[in-house]
């Protein structure tokens, strides 16, 4: 054979490889894992302006939104095993939708209210213990440039911008940080919510900053939100970007490498 024949046919090969592995890469991102930079400051200090994730599409089984239609033509959800109390789960919003992430609180059968910034499940209240303030600069972030709210009130450009911060533990016993901005908020005072069978109920950790399931659906909140719709669990930060655009390097947190949600 040639050399000529040779280093064609090797080319060819190469090719072939590279699109194989491509076509590899694609399937298993499509099949079990979601890619999601977090675009608002509904989650934090959790989950940042910029962090950047993968989301485990495996976690609860298939549902029509977390595997395409064509590879799983299921109409409804498939669970795998059932969420948990405090994951943090990403979903598409039943009404626009729009990929959200926050914090699972109800599951079904369970009543969920808020009374002065209290989150009860059950009747009984979810402690909070005074865990300092989180701070960060008063600025835009992120792609939508989205200024932060402050509980120190008009900080200006530049300047620390603080809110109160809390570690919430939940019936089971898990710990999360939540944040407060404000007293007596427009959803720090709520009826009395019951989570139907095959549905869950969500709220952002940064309370006074999430439009979630306290808010009706009609009004662009997420509702009681039905099973089908869940997407996938949020387990671990990748990277996390503090500037507007993702691949500019010099922003990125080296803190937030690899870190877990929790």
């Known amino acids: 054979m040639a050399?000529?024949?040779k280093a064609e046919g090797g080319i060819v090969e190469t090719i072939k490889t590279v699109f194989w592995a491509l076509v590899i890469a694609g399937v298993f991102r499509t099949l079990f894992f979601q890619p999601f930079w977090?675009?608002?400051?509904?989650?934090?200090?959790?989950?940042?302006?910029?962090?950047?994730?993968?989301?485990?599409k495996m976690a609860y089984g298939y549902s029509k939104y977390s595997c395409p239609f064509a590879l799983c033509p299921i109409s409804g959800r498939i669970l795998a095993s059932e969420p948990e109390r405090g994951d943090v789960v990403v979903f598409r919003h039943p009404v626009n939708g729009s990929d959200f992430i926050k914090?699972?609180?109800?599951?079904p059968g369970d009543t969920i209210q808020v009374k002065e910034g209290i989150l009860y499940i059950n009747g009984a209240a979810a402690p909070q213990e005074p865990a300092g303030?989180?701070?960060?600069?008063?600025?835009?972030?992120?792609?939508?440039?989205?200024l932060p709210q402050c509980a120190n009130g008009a900080v200006g450009a530049g300047g620390i911008c603080t809110k109160e911060r809390f570690v919430e533990t939940l019936p089971e016993g898990q710990s999360h940080n939540v944040l407060n901005i404000r007293d007596?908020?427009?959803?720090?005072?709520?009826?009395?919510f019951t989570v139907p069978d095959g549905h869950y109920f969500f709220m952002g950790d940064n309370r006074d900053n999430s439009t979630d399931s306290r808010f009706d659906q009609a009004v662009g909140g997420v509702g009681m939100l039905p099973a089908?719709?869940?997407?996938g669990r949020a387990d671990?930060?990748?990277?996390?970007?503090?500037?507007?655009?993702?691949?500019?390097?010099?922003?990125?947190?080296?803190?937030?490498?690899?870190?877990a949600v929790e």
């Open 184 to 192: 007596n908020g427009g959803a720090d005072n709520t009826p009395v």
């Open 38 to 56: 977090i675009p608002s400051e509904s989650m934090k200090d959790t989950l940042l302006i910029g962090d950047f994730l993968f989301v485990n």
């Open 3 to 5: 050399k000529s024949d």
């Open 133 to 146: 303030t989180f701070e960060e600069v008063y600025e835009p972030q992120g792609p939508m440039r989205n």
């Open 236 to 259: 671990r930060i990748i990277f996390s970007s503090a500037g507007s655009r993702m691949l500019f390097f010099w922003t990125w947190r080296s803190d937030r490498y690899f870190k």
């Open 228 to 231: 089908e719709y869940l997407i």
């Open 103 to 107: 914090r699972l609180i109800g599951l």
